[in-house]
């Protein structure tokens, strides 16, 4: 086994996070032997806009900061597409990736490129998928259920009816199992709170611009007032849903509830700004964190414990939050994740002001 003593430290003393500017040295097919210290690959990119892409790039720098002359990094950007994604991963494994961590663009593809991968162990963030090595998320079930029991609420106190309250529901994909889970719990959820569930989207992806044109079609076909909540199960979903009501015209106090899931700082400022009432918050830098730990694990040769199976795949499995303006700074800020001067930078600062957010 290659002397790794120094690859836990390394590893661990950040985020492992894109870093778009490192280079493939050890990977790049050359006639150069293989690297001797040890490779680890980042596959990210499973959002087309690669939302996280800048700000996971400078946690990594930090942990580049670290003595790390023991491990190399490479790190590749699909920007949602799967085709490419293949690419990437044919690219790291030939060149000669230890292990690899991968944030799928999809589910379906990403099962092929499980088995070209051959014996390098891969480890799924966020995304599952069935044939990795071992995957990091956030509990799908538990996230749907908290995610609807925490919109309808807001639906409720803003005057909804208690039973029968109007609901629109946008799926997270057909190609994400997460996605689908946290769906069936949303659904399930509603259903077991006596909510009706007008109409629901079942996307291939979920993207921002299929929740727009989704949404506008609800818009369109129903009285406005006819809707309470609208829950989006996807990360992109919420923002498309919010852009829909404002190109319709609606005003902001006669627009629905909107509850979605997100883990950036844009998701973060749509709740301080009232067009999102409800985030199902799902951090990134303690899904990272174990990631990070599981790969150092895998290159020692230790046991990788306290997992859970998931579709036949030891994970980890972490709880996300259901936000409102109520709770977001006590969670999002109080532990870490973003500053209230991050958060209330540019064109949110009126509406922290007016919220007593300093």
């Known amino acids: ?188 959820a509603l259903e077991k709170r006596g909510a009706t569930v007008l109409a629901t989207d079942e996307p291939d992806v979920a993207t921002a611009e299929d929740a727009q044109e989704w949404t506008a079609g609800q818009i369109a076909e129903r009285a406005v007032e006819e809707v309470a909540l609208v829950v989006a199960a996807d990360e992109a979903q919420a923002e498309g849903v919010v852009a829909a009501y404002e190109e319709a015209g609606v005003a902001p106090e006669d627009r629905p509830v909107v509850a979605g899931s997100g883990a950036d700082l844009d998701s973060l400022r749509r709740v301080v700004t009232g067009e999102q009432e409800v985030l199902l918050y799902r951090p990134r830098p303690p899904m990272t964190s174990r990631a990070v730990e599981t790969a150092a694990e895998v290159l020692e040769g230790a046991p990788v414990t306290d997992t859970v199976d998931v579709d036949g795949v030891p994970s980890f499995l972490g709880t996300a939050e259901a936000l409102s303006l109520r709770t977001l700074t006590s969670v999002a800020v109080a532990r870490g994740f973003v500053t209230t001067a991050e958060l209330c930078e540019g064109e949110t600062a009126d509406a922290c002001a007016a919220n007593g957010i300093r």
Do not use: I, K, N, W
């Open 1 to 188: 086994m290659r002397e790794v003593s120094r690859v836990r430290t390394a590893l661990t003393g950040g985020l492992l996070v894109p870093l778009l500017a490192v280079g493939l040295a050890a990977c790049s097919g050359s006639s150069e032997p293989e690297s001797p210290r040890p490779v680890v690959a980042f596959l990210g990119g499973a959002d087309p806009d690669s939302r996280h892409v800048e700000v996971d790039a400078e946690l990594l720098r930090s942990a580049l900061a670290a003595d790390c002359e023991d491990c190399e990094y490479v790190a590749r950007d699909a920007e949602g597409d799967p085709d490419l994604q293949a690419e990437q991963m044919a690219e790291v494994v030939e060149g000669g990736a230890d292990v690899v961590l991968l944030e799928a663009a999809d589910a379906a593809a990403a099962e092929e490129m499980l088995a070209e991968a051959g014996d390098v162990p891969v480890v799924t963030l966020d995304r599952s998928v069935p044939g990795a090595a071992y995957h990091v998320g956030y509990d799908p079930v538990a996230g749907g259920r908290s995610l609807a029991r925490a919109g309808l609420q807001v639906a409720l106190d803003a005057g909804a009816p208690a039973q029968g309250a109007g609901v629109l529901v946008l799926g997270a994909g057909g190609g994400d199992l997460a996605g689908t889970a946290r769906t069936e719990a949303a659904l399930g």
